[in-house]
């Protein structure tokens, strides 16, 4: 079990999620979507399953933990501060010049075994280094997460077919499947569904679950890396883009936007402040925000940002239409 004894999991997600609204104002950094969805695997994580010392953060009895989806870096920040390896405080440096808590994660700062953000590396290095501890006899476990978007990537299945081939069975891998990347739903940009038979064909051992929902990830982690047969195990955590927001949630515009002053950040902050559990405080906002910004009408919330619904490309019969209704058009422009 992890050296963090004060939080709860629960405590631990919504401290991450509060983070993670102030950093990416703070520092106009992005991917806040991402970091929301991610929350509950990260409380988790830290507060109850990997095994560490903040106090020694490379620790050899350590379970090595690596953050693939590097742009949610925040995440792991937030919740490597409240377990005790820098101040919290630092967390107000995210983005900033010259801070140690780069966009993408860094392994300058203490508890973070290493540098992600080139997308498709984690599973591999998490491989290598189940590899080598297993080849060492050790009992340290090896913890990956990705994002779905990420399997996109070739180099995520070289790594699956490595793994099972040794049966790195101290290998887990967990998928923050929010269901979107980059500009779009997975399924408009890449297909990957069936998602669970493509891991179960590459020979992994598949769980699937809520990922927003500590009790099935608790249950997940308890019996991952259990399999008779020695196999890796990947859990297939369905999450929520935003989660936590209500306006963010599965809203694209959340993979790239940071809160501005206003309503956005109004909002989000008032609504985590109605999530709190009980037992923490708001460290930026203890008493709330007592006349909150509201959207207005007019103000860009709750419409669909994804690529598939905004862009509609002209047909070429189309544009050659518009070109002749156009007064004064020129014969060159008819041509093109």
């Known amino acids: ?59 050899e009895g350590r379970d090595r933990f690596i953050l693939s989806k590097g742009h949610a870096g925040a995440s792991v920040y937030a919740a490597l501060a409240e377990s005790g390896f820098f101040p919290v405080d630092e967390l107000k440096t995210h983005y900033q010049n010259g801070s140690r808590l780069s966009g993408h994660v860094s392994h300058h700062l203490p508890g973070v075994d290493l540098s992600t953000g080139s997308l498709g590396h984690g599973l591999g290095v998490g491989a290598g280094m189940a590899y080598s501890l297993k080849k060492d006899a050790r009992t340290e476990r090896v913890f990956v997460v990705m994002g779905d978007g990420e399997c996109n990537e070739g180099s995520v299945w070289e790594a699956a077919l490595f793994a099972n081939h040794f049966r790195l069975n101290n290998l887990i891998a967990v998928i923050d499947h929010n269901h979107m990347q980059s500009l779009d739903f997975n399924e408009n940009t890449l297909e990957i569904e069936d998602f669970a038979s493509k891991w179960k064909a590459f020979g992994w051992d598949v769980i699937e679950i809520d990922g927003n929902n500590h009790h099935e990830l608790r249950k997940a982690f308890s019996i991952a890396g259990q399999s008779p047969e020695h196999k890796p195990t990947v859990i297939i955590a369905n999450t929520i883009k935003g989660k936590g927001v209500s306006f963010m949630q599965n809203d694209i515009l959340w993979h790239y936007r940071f809160p501005h002053d206003g309503w956005e950040y109004d909002t989000a902050v008032t609504e985590l402040l109605a999530s709190k559990p009980e037992g923490i405080e708001d460290p930026y906002t203890p008493d709330g925000i007592e006349l909150p910004t509201l959207p207005k009408e007019t103000d860009d919330i709750n419409n669909d940002h994804t690529f598939s619904y905004t862009w509609k490309p002209i047909s070429y019969p189309e544009k050659m239409r518009r070109v002749e209704a156009t007064p004064g058009s020129s014969e060159r422009e008819h041509k093109l």
């Open 1 to 59: 079990m992890g050296q963090n004894t004060v939080k709860s999991s629960e405590q631990l997600a919504w401290l991450i999620r509060r983070h993670g609204v102030e950093m990416t104002h703070l520092s106009g950094g992005s991917h806040l979507g991402a970091i929301l969805s991610v929350a509950d695997i990260m409380g988790v994580l830290y507060a109850e399953i990997l095994r560490y010392n903040p106090e020694h953060p490379r620790w």
